[in-house]
């Protein structure tokens, strides 16, 4: 068995052009830096992928387009067909936020960066900081589409707005009363033929493990051989009347008045003293990204000034309401 050498850590580096820079020895520490707060942002983001996701280049906003429904009707013989009946088109423009950064200085760098497990730990922090600002910000969007009317209202509109299931005060965590949510709003989805996939709902964690703890419940009854729900690791609960389930702390779950901060160019404020969770389609809510998780480290000039280095991770992004038609919000009043 042969073996390779790929480097040296904390060594300089030699090579045929006698490059030996600062850049040279660091390329790896920050290569493996990015690698691994991109995969904690990525494990701990729960909205990413369950709303419309656009790439913002070259500007500061983006516009989404949809359209409302269209009629069909009889041909008389002899007329032109003149597509005359063009569905009437919504726009919404969604901007970008200022720029998000979660930073940590790492003193000693030619030391501590020996120590992988203090790198790791310092990634997956600044991602999971990242990635609870991401979501927070989806969420709260997402209850707000449920509470607005469409912007579409001409013919053959109006097209249906947001819906909210309330299921009654102290009932946050009672599990038939969720379950009953669920079908409630199923139908919902289906009576405003939204499509079936893509649709997903999100629960704190003590309201997805009282569905799985409380078997009682009809969705969970082992009499009837569902093996969703799992009371040994408190896991395996899929879905609900097809709604995919994720649960999340990151909800503005009974949390009250939320005001607007600076650096927000969205409106993401609100009341959610009643919030219960959230039942949406894919359509719901929009979200531009001008850039993504990314990893920046200060100079050799600053190391030696400091004798140690500032690491940041930033996220450049805007959410906003698109089709309240696809948002449900769940209240407790």
Not at 162 to 188: M, R, T
Request: proline share 4%; aromatic share 8%; charged share 20%.
């Amino acid at each position: 068995m042969s073996q390779t050498v790929l480097g040296a850590v904390n060594k300089a580096v030699s090579s045929t052009s006698g490059a030996n820079t600062y850049e040279t020895k660091y390329n790896t520490y920050l290569k493996l830096f990015s690698g691994e707060l991109f995969k904690a942002y990525e494990s701990a983001t729960v909205a990413k992928g369950t709303v419309q996701n656009r790439t913002l280049k070259n500007g500061k906003s983006l516009q989404f387009i949809f359209t409302g429904r269209m009629q069909a009707a009889y041909h008389t013989p002899g007329e032109p067909i003149l597509g005359s009946g063009d569905p009437p088109v919504a726009e919404k423009t969604i901007v970008c936020d200022d720029l998000l950064i979660s930073s940590a200085f790492v003193y000693d760098l030619d030391e501590t960066l020996a120590h992988y497990d203090l790198r790791g730990e310092i990634s997956k922090k600044i991602g999971h900081a990242l990635a609870e600002a991401y979501d927070k910000k989806i969420f709260r969007t997402i209850a707000l589409a449920a509470r607005e009317a469409h912007p579409i209202t001409a013919s053959p509109g109006p097209e249906p707005g947001g819906s909210i299931i309330k299921i009654g005060a102290n009932n946050e965590y009672d599990a038939q009363k969720l379950v009953d949510a669920f079908f409630e709003a199923a139908s919902i989805l289906d009576e405003k033929n939204l499509p079936k996939d893509g649709r997903t709902a999100v629960l704190a964690p003590r309201q997805y493990y009282a569905l799985v703890s409380q078997v009682d419940s009809n969705i969970l009854n082992r009499d009837y051989g569902n093996t969703q729900g799992n009371l040994n690791s408190g896991e395996g609960l899929v879905s609900i009347a097809g709604i995919n389930i994720k649960r999340s702390n990151n909800l503005p779950f009974q949390a009250g008045t939320i005001a607007a901060q600076s650096g927000e160019n969205n409106d993401y404020s609100g009341a959610f003293a009643d919030h219960a969770g959230l039942i949406y389609q894919k359509d719901a809510a929009g979200v531009v990204e001008a850039i993504g998780p990314q990893v920046q480290t200060t100079g050799q000039d600053v190391k030696t000034m400091y004798q140690g280095d500032v690491i940041v991770g930033r996220l450049a992004m805007g959410a906003g309401t698109l089709n309240p038609a696809a948002a449900i919000e769940i209240q407790t009043a």
